[in-house]
């Protein structure tokens, strides 16, 4: 809470206002003079937020205060000395509304009350200015809010004196999070049982770190610089030989050289001759060019950003490279501002052109004559003529000053003619490339893009380059400016975390050989590891994250799949104490070379615990205790597991494939309100699953919660669940640490830990088992599962709790025998259409490993704007349990077509092939056409598409273009 902020203006308010209180007669005096300042100056609201005098059935409310569009609080205003209190108490009072010392204020109290009802809002002030009463009009126990106590600051003193209490009830910061609830809430003694401190096993001040033996930290810059530096900005090689390729990958990298290929074969070196002519033959050639937009698409850290950087430094031939002037502005350090994106674009556009083009980083004055001769020629030949007859000299001083004038009032025309001249002048190409904007919301994004395409219109030929989130890239398609505008998109999957380390190991062993000197490598780098201490940790590392695919699929989710985050959650387990490297390094050398398999338990406290003794969510970025509750929003340890269960199950209802899978709070409220939840906890559950990443808003950076926000489970999400349903060191762990109210347990659970010794695996159970069963009675306790179908899944997350950890519960109402408990998420599943609706919106897969139908929202096909395949195609997807534990795809990173029957390549020539139009046609042997996509010739290998060129193709017939080719490559040698 933002208290300390507001105290100042608080005070300067009331000494401004002090010495004309007695002067202060009418309501409107009240209301100008002091509340509308309160309000404003001291409790942070803003004209805007509230509604004067809005006319309802029962007269016209004085305030009412709404929190982003929605009714909040009703104020009632009274003129100073109407409103008065029966008690002469000058401090802050709790008084009963009902009770004599309010008896005076009835008629305030039973007005406010009924606007309350009239706008549906429950909680209400009444207020004079100096004597401000907080007070809940609505109740849900069906008593009269007289029945009730009300919180009286009789005068200005009490204000001051208890301002945190003040700006908690009444401030916008505190109505966003409605903590006037909890006020109420101790005010109304509200189970004192519920309010009673937490205590956990684990106690705070026993958190220590534990020591790093001296490999560990011999091996701190080894990991540093093979998993700590993804881009390798300033490490070429490691940069060319750790970039996952992927065949979308190859196939951009293959298209985008032909597209800079094709436009700048437009700028041709032409004789510096300045005459009209000339002009007309530029302007000729490039009119026959079309500038591009390319958006790089792929999940936030699927190395679109070093994709582009290996492609301009590694894969673009080295003529083409010199054709181009690569401007590439980094989105993530501008403000996330959509109104000042324009402006601050222009100008790190500006500063980066004459960083390239000018010695010194700025232009000449002959320079800027150049971009603006047009200029010079007017004004030469108009206004100033009279000054460049008379005084060439001072006719040049007059029109610098012009030019300085120009350049710094409108800087976007100085971009556009600089640009300009890049291409008629210098016979460059210009490409924007717009980093990190996955870092910015959307409609910065969308602002920048708008931005991109003005410069494009001025300009005459260039490339933009936009690297965006699949999600992003579908909004903008569908309701943001790419609806209107023509461009390339590629998608980057974002590789699994399997092949990412598997690429560094391989990398690290290869440059620890003793051959062509690459030996030296790591003495370059300050490392004085012996090669063989290097290559047994690559092979312990190697047994470890490759060969144990639970490892790294663990880390791969809980990272949301994000590269930096994924190596950097790799480093921090590796060197982790727990998992003793150099145990495991010494019996590699010691058995000549055959590793001991790393024990799950090691594994999971490294990645838990980290460098410390016990786990400290305060400590770690990645793992969370999806069991804690709020001291101040007391309810079910279970409610975060529960919010993540509605979430899966959301994200697999065909209903919502019109809403990506994404939930309204408001639906959230209203689903868990029907369980007895506590709004205010639900609030709280939902805003921490958000801090810590378990779940995800619509609107990327939009943390705040409002009825309108949709919200979606992430990766890190499900891994919770899945580890809170599967794992018993992670619920262990969390029973040591988790913050409970029992102190039988607190002592049972204590006594298991401190008995001396390593603990058996029946201890570790038996821990699991007294933890779940307390959550699962406090569960009993705060929360009431209706038996509608709709909640079957709450029913069974209990269900498989008590099955697998706790005691063996009741047979419960809606809950079945669940595959949650072994179904699993894995990564990069093959699977195979056995049929899609698209009507319908869903349809089922084939996994080949397991035979096992996989369900699929058409939805995911339409995010990454693939069309919705048909029977036969292979889907490269991930999958995760979703309703009733039964296997879904949750992300599609790429669709391979079915072939026909037999899946046989014929003979056949290209007809055409439209570049600009993304079509074409190839004929067969029988002399039918076969219709040739965009996507499906940049896939391919073919480089020859001119008429006649031989190729072999799959084709499909009985489609809606008749034959359809899907798949095309070149003539192979018999």
């Given at each position: 809470m933002d208290v300390d902020a507001f105290e100042a203006p608080l005070e300067e308010l009331l000494k401004d206002v002090g010495g004309r209180l007695e002067a202060i007669e009418t309501e409107a005096d009240a209301r100008f003079q002091l509340i509308d300042r309160l309000l404003i100056e001291a409790l942070g609201w803003g004209h805007e937020d509230f509604r004067m005098e809005p006319h309802n059935p029962s007269g016209y409310t004085d305030y009412l205060v709404q929190y982003r569009g929605t009714p909040a609080l009703v104020v009632e205003a009274k003129r100073i000395g109407k409103l008065s209190i029966d008690t002469a108490d000058p401090k802050l009072g709790k008084y009963k509304i009902g009770g004599p010392a309010l008896k005076s204020a009835a008629e305030g109290f039973t007005q406010a009350a009924s606007y309350c009802l009239e706008h549906g809002v429950e909680f209400a002030a009444l207020t004079s200015g100096t004597v401000w009463i907080a007070f809940m009009a609505l109740r849900a126990s069906g008593k009269s809010f007289r029945e009730y106590k009300a919180f009286v600051f009789p005068n200005i003193s009490s204000i001051q004196s208890n301002f945190a209490t003040f700006y908690d009830l009444f401030s916008k910061e505190g109505m966003s999070q409605k903590i006037y609830r909890t006020h109420f809430a101790k005010l109304d003694g509200v189970s004192a049982k519920r309010f009673e401190p937490m205590l956990s096993v684990n106690k705070p001040n026993n958190l220590r770190l534990l020591a790093k033996t001296d490999l560990a930290r011999e091996l701190e810059p080894v990991l540093s610089s093979f998993f700590g530096d993804l881009s390798g900005v300033n490490d070429p090689e490691l940069r060319r030989q750790c970039f996952v390729e992927s065949r979308e990958s190859r196939t951009a990298d293959v298209t985008l050289q032909k597209m800079i290929g094709t436009i700048s074969s437009g700028i041709t070196a032409l004789p510096t001759d300045t005459g009209r002519q000339i002009v007309e033959r530029i302007n000729a050639v490039m009119d026959t060019r079309r500038s591009e937009n390319i958006l790089i698409a792929g999940g936030e850290g699927a190395g679109k950003t070093t994709f582009i950087t290996r492609f301009f430094e590694d894969v673009l031939e080295k003529p083409l490279k010199e054709a181009c002037l690569v401007i590439r502005i980094d989105l993530a350090l501008m403000l996330d501002d959509p109104a000042l994106a324009p402006p601050n674009v222009t100008a790190a556009v500006k500063a980066e052109i004459e960083r390239q083009l000018y010695a010194g980083g700025y232009p000449q004055y002959d320079d800027l004559l150049g971009l603006y001769f047009d200029e010079y020629q007017r004004q030469s030949d108009g206004e100033f003529r009279p000054l460049y007859e008379r005084d060439k000299g001072a006719f040049k001083e007059k029109f610098g000053e012009f030019l300085h004038a120009a350049v710094r009032s409108d800087p976007f025309s100085y971009v556009a003619r600089s640009l300009e001249s890049v291409v008629k002048s210098r016979k460059l190409l210009p490409v924007f490339v717009f980093d990190n904007a996955d870092s910015r919301s959307v409609a910065f994004q969308e602002a920048v893009f708008e931005w991109s395409q003005t410069v494009k219109r001025q300009v005459p030929l260039c490339l933009v380059m936009l690297p965006v989130s699949d999600r992003t890239i579908w909004r903008m398609s569908r309701e943001g400016p790419l609806r209107t505008s023509d461009g390339r998109i590629f998608y980057l999957p974002t590789p699994s975390t399997k092949e990412v380390l598997e690429k560094r190991i391989r990398y690290l062993i290869d440059n620890s050989a003793p051959q062509k000197g690459r030996a030296k490598y790591f003495l370059e780098k300050g490392i004085g590891l012996k090669l063989t201490d290097i290559n047994a940790f690559a092979a312990c590392v190697e047994e470890i994250f490759i060969n144990e695919d639970f490892i790294s699929r663990r880390i791969g989710w809980l990272t949301n799949h994000n590269l930096l985050r994924t190596l950097e959650l790799t480093r921090d387990t590796i060197t982790s104490p727990y998992l003793s490297i150099d145990e495991l390094v010494a019996s590699y050398l010691k058995?000549?070379?055959?590793?001991?398999?790393?024990?799950?338990?090691?594994?999971?406290?490294?990645?838990?615990?980290?460098?410390?003794?016990?786990?400290?969510?305060?400590k770690h970025g990645y793992i969370r205790d999806v069991f804690e509750t709020s001291a101040d929003f007391p309810s079910s340890p279970l409610l975060t597991l529960s919010l993540l269960r509605l979430l899966i199950d959301k994200a697999g209802d065909q209903a919502s494939n019109s809403s990506l899978g994404y939930v309204t709070y408001e639906h959230i409220q209203s689903y868990f309100g029907a369980m007895s939840a506590d709004d205010d906890a639900v609030r709280d559950a939902l805003a921490r699953a958000l801090a810590n990443g378990l779940v995800e808003p619509f609107e990327k950076g939009d943390l705040e919660i409002a009825n309108e926000q949709r919200f979606a489970v992430t990766s890190p999400g499900r891994m919770h669940y899945e580890m809170a349903l599967r794992d018993a060191v992670y619920v262990s762990e969390m029973a040591f640490a988790t913050p409970i109210r029992s102190e039988a347990a607190i002592d049972q659970m204590r006594a298991i830990k401190n008995g001396g010794g390593a603990m058996r695996t029946d201890q570790w159970r038996e821990i699991c088992k007294i933890f779940i069963n307390y959550c699962i009675a406090e569960d009993r306790a705060f929360l009431v599962l209706p038996g509608d179908p709709m909640f079957g899944g709450q029913h069974q997350l209990r269900a498989d709790l008590a099955a697998l950890w706790g005691e063996q519960a009741m047979p419960v109402k809606g809950a079945t025998n669940s595959t949650a408990l072994d179904?699993?998420?894995?990564?990069?599943?093959?699977?195979?259409?056995?049929?899609?609706?698209?009507?319908?919106?869903?349809?089922?897969?084939?996994d080949p490993e397991s035979g096992e139908d996989v369900f699929v929202s058409t939805r995911l096909f339409r995010e990454r704007m693939f069309d919705v395949p048909i029977q036969g195609s292979v889907v490269v997807c991930d999958v995760a349990p979703g309703k009733e534990g039964r296997p879904q795809a949750v992300s599609i990173s790429s669709v391979e077509p079915a072939p026909e029957e037999g899946g046989k390549y014929v003979s056949a020539r290209i007809k055409f092939y439209n570049w600009e139009s993304g079509f074409g046609f190839a004929t067969l042997a029988s002399g039918d056409d076969a219709y040739l996509s965009r996507r499906l010739v940049e896939a391919s290998d073919v480089q020859n598409l001119s008429e006649g060129a031989p190729v072999e193709v799959i084709i499909q017939p009985n489609s809606n273009r008749g034959m359809l080719a899907t798949a095309l490559r070149p003539v192979r040698s018999v």
């Open positions: 058995h000549g070379g055959n590793s001991v398999p790393i024990k799950h338990r090691k594994f999971v406290q490294a990645l838990i615990g980290g460098n410390y003794n016990q786990f400290d969510g305060t179904a699993v998420s894995r990564d990069q599943v093959r699977a195979t259409v056995k049929w899609i609706d698209a009507a319908k919106g869903y349809g089922f897969l084939t």
